[in-house]
């Protein structure tokens, strides 16, 4: 498997070869800085374009806020947030471009002596050559981007967001079914990608199989990717690898999906007690995340992607606020009651 990291490697190794993790346990790795070349991977939605191929593409970027270089450009260099990427709007470029080069210079000279990360101009404004002369020289990266301002920072802030976010790899397969996502786990062999491929065939989709990249946004939410290296296929046994989008269309698949429910996937265990009656909420903790998990035992003739369709609509039940449970439960008192005071 692969992480993010330019060694492609994943836990346990990375903490060891790769040094732009900050942290790594038996869950977690966290990256605590993305090169600037990473935003060229993305160029497309960030709509950006290099203008100084000779740049220092292997600065670091830390800070998920970016920094209007309004005040810095007037001379006022205090608490200067260079580490954040300098964004130049519509009014940082009219100001860059109405000085005149003798008088511009000075600050200039002031503002690239900082180690600036890089440095975007929106709404396709191409900057001074004086500034440009200065970039290249210092080998700051300069960006175009077609975006207008407010646009490029969200975009750029959500790219930085997910980059920089929390995220685990796990064994497991994970699907849209009835618009809830749901991460299938169990030991191998247990029916994990057989179940999958049921559930697409009813007309939901496939996020990933065997390994789900998982990403913790807002420390709150959590969203499953689809692995680069295995991307949409499904390994069934006597069938062999089957491509999920080649074979029932772009439809049956998706990129991500946020992560509602856990369902663990266990062999039929005659002298294991399962929940029968559904009253008590179980969660799991992923990534600082509790999310609901419930277990279904497996054994021949119980039809499992029914079960799980029943489980995602009865979520979405419970997220409104119906428990067919706990109404069954107090009806059944209430008659008790009822039977014992007559």
């Known amino acids: 498997m692969s992480c993010v990291c330019e060694r492609r490697v994943w836990p346990p190794e990375c903490h060891v070869s790769c040094p732009g993790w900050r942290y790594h346990d038996q869950e977690a790795c966290y990256l605590k800085s993305v090169k600037v070349r990473e935003l060229l991977k993305?160029?497309?939605?960030?709509?950006?374009k290099l203008i100084n191929e000779d740049a220092d593409l292997d600065?670091?970027?830390?800070?998920?806020?970016?920094?209007?270089?309004?005040?810095?450009?007037?001379?006022?260099?205090?608490?200067?947030?260079?580490?954040?990427?300098?964004?130049?709007?519509?009014?940082?470029?009219?100001?860059?471009s109405s000085i005149l080069p003798e008088k511009l210079q000075e600050p200039l000279e002031r503002y690239f002596n900082?180690?600036?990360?890089?440095?975007?101009?929106?709404?396709?404004?191409?900057?001074?050559?004086?500034?440009?002369?200065?970039?290249r020289r210092n080998r700051t990266p300069v960006f175009i981007s077609e975006h207008r301002t407010s646009k490029f920072i969200n975009v750029f802030?959500?790219?930085?967001?997910?980059?920089?976010?929390?995220?685990?790899?796990?064994?497991g397969t994970l699907v849209e079914v009835s618009g809830v996502g749901i991460l299938i786990q169990g030991k191998s062999g247990?029916?994990?990608?057989?179940?999958?491929?049921?559930?697409?065939?009813?007309?939901h989709s496939l996020v990933a199989d065997d390994a789900v990249r998982i990403i913790c946004r807002d420390g709150s939410r959590l969203y499953g990717y689809v692995s680069q290296t295995i991307e949409h296929h499904l390994e069934i046994r006597g069938l062999g690898i089957i491509s999920i989008s080649d074979l029932f269309g772009a439809g049956a698949v998706r990129m991500n999906k946020r992560i509602d429910l856990i369902i663990?996937?266990?062999?039929?265990?005659?002298?294991?007690?399962?929940?029968?009656?559904?009253?008590?909420?179980?969660?799991?903790?992923?990534?600082?995340?509790?999310?609901?998990?419930?277990?279904?035992?497996?054994?021949?003739?119980r039809n499992v992607p029914v079960l799980i369709e029943?489980?995602?609509?009865?979520?979405?039940?419970?997220?409104?606020?119906?428990?067919?449970?706990?109404?069954?439960?107090?009806?059944l008192s209430r008659m008790i009651r009822e039977a014992a005071e007559s």
Request: proline share 4%; net charge negative.
């Open 157 to 171: 802030t959500d790219f930085l967001d997910a980059a920089l976010a929390p995220q685990t790899l796990l064994h």
């Open 114 to 135: 900082y180690p600036i990360t890089g440095i975007v101009f929106t709404h396709s404004n191409f900057p001074p050559d004086l500034f440009l002369e200065y970039a």
């Open 190 to 203: 247990v029916g994990k990608s057989e179940t999958a491929l049921e559930l697409v065939q009813r007309g």
């Open 310 to 331: 029943t489980a995602a609509k009865n979520f979405n039940l419970k997220s409104r606020g119906h428990n067919a449970a706990r109404k069954f439960q107090e009806r």
């Open 264 to 301: 663990h996937l266990e062999d039929w265990d005659d002298k294991k007690e399962y929940d029968r009656l559904g009253l008590e909420d179980h969660t799991e903790e992923i990534l600082g995340v509790e999310i609901a998990v419930m277990t279904i035992p497996v054994r021949p003739g």
């Open 59 to 96: 600065r670091e970027l830390r800070e998920i806020d970016v920094n209007r270089p309004g005040l810095a450009l007037n001379g006022f260099f205090e608490h200067f947030a260079h580490d954040r990427v300098q964004v130049f709007g519509q009014g940082e470029h009219a100001f860059v």
């Open 42 to 48: 993305d160029a497309d939605r960030l709509r950006l």
